[in-house]
Antibody, heavy 121, light 107 residues
Framework: EVQLVESGGGLVQPGGSLRLSCAAS????????MSWVRQAPGKGLEWVSV????????YYADSVKGRFTISRGSSKNTLYLQMNSLRAEDTAVYYC??????????????WGQGTLVTVSS | DIQLTQSPFFLSASVGDRVTITCRAS??????LAWFQQKPGKAPKLLIY???TLQSGVPSRFSGSGSGTEFTLTISSLQPEDFATYYC?????????FGGGTKVEIK
């Protein structure tokens, strides 16, 4: 059974840092790309970042580029999101999601339960 | 960036109704579109991918259609468990973008 479990969220002051983790199990972690998606309280979904299966390729939303870094630890089957220079507008529930490949497309079939990040003084 | 415009923003319907949600892309995205259902406090759930392919385990009352810039999600006969918020997501190019969401509530 595929499981994705996020952790590392919490309360942080503006300008601070936080590292989120997503522990993956039930599939061959090194064969699938992974994304982070966030949702501010009462708002819609916003894609944040993606990393390829090999870890060689990454992309970011403009809103987090230069501040957030996505990475993966193959030996630990864990996805990370290092978040620096945090702002109030980064307050959200952060979800990790596993890629699913169909034809020439990449979709996201499994999602974690989310971890809440609150940026406030 | 590709913008996705979902409509309506809010939909009030009764059990048994046929419901259609539309997602329009600002430029062509072929069939690289997915639909998700989200209930309060829960993670999004994949319903449809590649515009019209039903995800395993999803009831057949859900269907998707479209290509290019216009897409639809249809629920043929709304059930009580279908009251939720629905999002489209384009996966044609980065940055990935979601539609604004459609909240389906009980009439």
């Amino acid at each position: 059974e595929v499981q994705l479990v996020e952790s590392g969220g919490g309360l942080v002051q503006p300008g601070g840092s936080l590292r989120l983790s997503c522990a993956a199990s039930g599939f061959t972690f090194t064969s699938y790309g992974m994304s982070w998606v966030r949702q501010a309280p009462g708002k819609g979904l916003e894609w944040v970042s993606v990393i390829s299966a090999s870890g060689d390729s990454t992309y970011y939303a403009d809103s987090v580029k230069g501040r957030f870094t996505i990475s993966r630890g193959s030996s630990k089957n864990t996805l990370y999101l290092q978040m620096n220079s945090l702002r109030a507008e980064d307050t959200a529930v952060y979800y990790c999601a596993k890629a699913y490949y169909y034809g020439s497309g990449t979709y996201y079939d499994y999602w974690g339960q989310g971890t809440l990040v609150t940026v406030s003084s | 960036d590709i913008q996705l415009t979902q409509s309506p923003f809010f939909l009030s319907a009764s059990v048994g109704d046929r419901v259609t949600i539309t997602c329009r892309a600002s430029q062509g995205i072929s069939i690289y579109l997915a639909w998700f259902q989200q209930k309060p406090g829960k993670a999004p759930k994949l319903l449809i991918y590649a515009a019209s392919t039903l995800q395993s385990g999803v009831p057949s009352r859900f269907s998707g259609s479209g290509s290019g810039t216009e897409f639809t999600l249809t629920i043929s006969s709304l059930q009580p468990e279908d009251f939720a918020t629905y999002y489209c997501l384009q996966l044609n190019s980065y940055p990935l973008t979601f539609g604004g969401g459609t909240k389906v509530e009980i009439k």
